[in-house]
């Protein structure tokens, strides 16, 4: 069953990462970005932020979204792959490299064992 909250939150971040990506590469500034976005939705940096948290996107509003992105009606609702890390895993990874680094073989081979063990038991 897919969330479509959950959904729509993760697209819209992808938006402004490809949005910011863009500005970036144009040579403007980071700072200011999130405003620079919330303008071209033309909704407030407030509400940007509540929506990067937790405020939930209706219908209107994902429309809206949608046709300043240039993305056809329904885009966010569908849920997608995300194929760029996030912060949180980023450091995830950061961990386990320095966690294999750190250690000899039994080490990593214990590291390793863990790891598929956590995976084996995922739902």
Excluded: Y
Aim: charged share 20%; aromatic share 4%; no cysteine.
């Amino acid at each position: 069953m897919v969330n479509t909250t959950v959904t729509r939150r993760l697209n819209a971040l992808t938006l402004f990462q490809a949005f910011a990506e863009q500005a970036l590469a144009r040579g403007a500034s980071p700072k200011g970005l999130e405003q620079a976005f919330a303008a071209a939705l033309e909704i407030s940096p407030s509400m940007w932020s509540q929506i990067k948290s937790s405020r939930p996107i209706g219908d209107k509003l994902a429309r809206q979204i949608e046709q300043h992105q240039g993305k056809p009606a329904g885009w966010l609702d569908e849920a997608r792959e995300n194929t760029s890390p996030t912060a949180a895993e980023k450091a995830l990874m950061e961990l386990a490299l320095a966690a294999w680094r750190s250690t000899n073989s039994a080490g990593r081979k214990a590291l390793r064992a863990h790891l598929e063990a956590v995976i084996a038991r995922a739902p």
